[in-house]
């Protein structure tokens, strides 16, 4: 019996392009549990960056609940009540079948420093601090497709603030061998020495328009413009907005800029099922 635990503890690592993206467990007290790689872009240096991501415990519960079609107990709020966006809005078990992952949110709290970046740990909620995505006054609202983009609307004050963006294209399921060539439909009648990978690929866009208004808002200029934590969030429609809203992965960053009037980023999303 030992043996067989220690097999299932320390598993084989799973690499692409020489990046490890499913480390082994260990001995730690709370071990890896990395997920899911993203690539971040520069839009004007087109510089890549890659990161790793974490599921943390909603997702977890996300991802069962959608396996077994069966709502769970656990009695975390979601991101929906603590925003007080349709917070009265219940996941039940009749709206399960509605829920899926639409978009992200982003936080100012990944990072103390560009060296210092905080952890993710599997207890979290969602991201540190955060921001809104939009900020514009409640006599001059997004236009109609401006607002298809964004949802987690909120009013405070004289103004509306979106607090999700939307997945900039359709999510896409993607099964490649480890060299990037597509898995054949017979692959269970063929060889190979190639690794298998099955992901999902989403497309996040941090737009030239983003974040800047909040920051001009509460603090009069956008030197400081910045996110540095990254979430996936899932939610089901309950008339023009989401509720129910939970985030299901997380990752922190050294601080990224927007502090003029073009920079943007591209963020490409693989989530992999392992």
Same mark, same amino acid.
């Given at each position: 019996?030992?043996?067989?635990?220690?097999?299932?503890?320390?598993?084989?690592?799973?690499?692409? @392009?020489?990046?490890?993206?499913?480390?082994?467990?260990?001995?730690?007290?709370?071990?890896?549990?990395?997920?899911?790689?993203? /690539?971040?872009? @520069?839009?004007?240096?087109?510089?890549?960056?890659?990161? *790793? +991501?974490?599921?943390?415990?909603?997702?977890? /519960?996300?991802?069962?609940?959608?396996?077994? +079609?069966?709502?769970? %107990?656990?009695? #975390?709020? %979601?991101?929906?009540?603590?925003?007080?966006? @349709?917070?009265?809005?219940?996941?039940?078990?009749?709206?399960?079948?509605?829920?899926?992952?639409?978009?992200?949110?982003? !936080?100012?709290?990944?990072?103390?420093?560009?060296? =210092?970046?905080?952890?993710?740990?599997?207890?979290?909620?969602?991201?540190?601090?955060?921001?809104?995505?939009?900020?514009?006054?409640? %006599?001059?609202?997004?236009?109609?497709?401006? &607002?298809?983009?964004?949802?987690?609307?909120?009013?405070?004050?004289?103004?509306? $603030? $979106?607090?999700?963006?939307?997945?900039?294209?359709?999510?896409?399921?993607?099964?490649?061998?480890?060299?990037?060539?597509?898995?054949?439909?017979?692959?269970? &009648? %063929?060889? /190979?020495?190639?690794?298998?990978?099955?992901?999902?690929?989403?497309?996040?866009?941090?737009?030239? /328009?983003?974040?800047?208004? $909040? *920051?001009?808002? &509460?603090? !009069?200029?956008?030197?400081?413009?910045?996110?540095?934590?990254?979430?996936?969030?899932?939610? *089901?429609?309950?008339?023009?907005?989401?509720?129910?809203?939970?985030?299901?992965?997380?990752?922190? #960053?050294? @601080?990224? *800029?927007?502090?003029?009037?073009?920079?943007? $980023?591209?963020?490409?999303?693989? =989530?992999?099922?392992?």
């Amino acid at each position: 019996m030992k043996n067989q635990i220690d097999r299932m503890r320390f598993g084989d690592e799973l690499s692409v @392009n020489g990046r490890v993206i499913i480390p082994g467990f260990n001995d730690m007290k709370e071990p890896q549990r990395i997920l899911a790689e993203i /690539t971040i872009i @520069n839009d004007i240096t087109g510089k890549p960056v890659f990161r *790793f +991501n974490d599921v943390i415990i909603l997702g977890a /519960t996300y991802i069962l609940e959608k396996f077994f +079609n069966r709502r769970s %107990t656990y009695a #975390m709020s %979601t991101l929906s009540s603590d925003l007080s966006i @349709n917070a009265n809005v219940n996941p039940t078990q009749d709206n399960l079948k509605d829920e899926f992952v639409f978009g992200f949110i982003v !936080g100012t709290g990944g990072a103390e420093s560009s060296d =210092l970046v905080r952890s993710v740990k599997f207890k979290d909620k969602t991201v540190p601090s955060i921001v809104p995505f939009r900020v514009v006054d409640t %006599t001059a609202d997004l236009t109609p497709l401006e &607002q298809a983009k964004y949802a987690l609307k909120k009013q405070i004050g004289g103004k509306y $603030y $979106y607090y999700a963006k939307r997945f900039d294209t359709d999510v896409v399921i993607r099964h490649l061998f480890t060299d990037g060539t597509e898995i054949p439909s017979n692959i269970d &009648q %063929t060889e /190979t020495s190639l690794g298998l990978l099955v992901f999902g690929e989403a497309v996040l866009k941090v737009s030239s /328009t983003d974040l800047r208004e $909040y *920051f001009m808002d &509460q603090f !009069g200029s956008i030197d400081n413009c910045r996110f540095n934590s990254i979430g996936l969030v899932a939610g *089901f429609l309950n008339g023009a907005d989401f509720a129910g809203v939970r985030t299901v992965t997380k990752v922190n #960053m050294p @601080n990224l *800029f927007l502090r003029d009037t073009e920079s943007s $980023y591209t963020l490409v999303y693989k =989530l992999y099922s392992i």
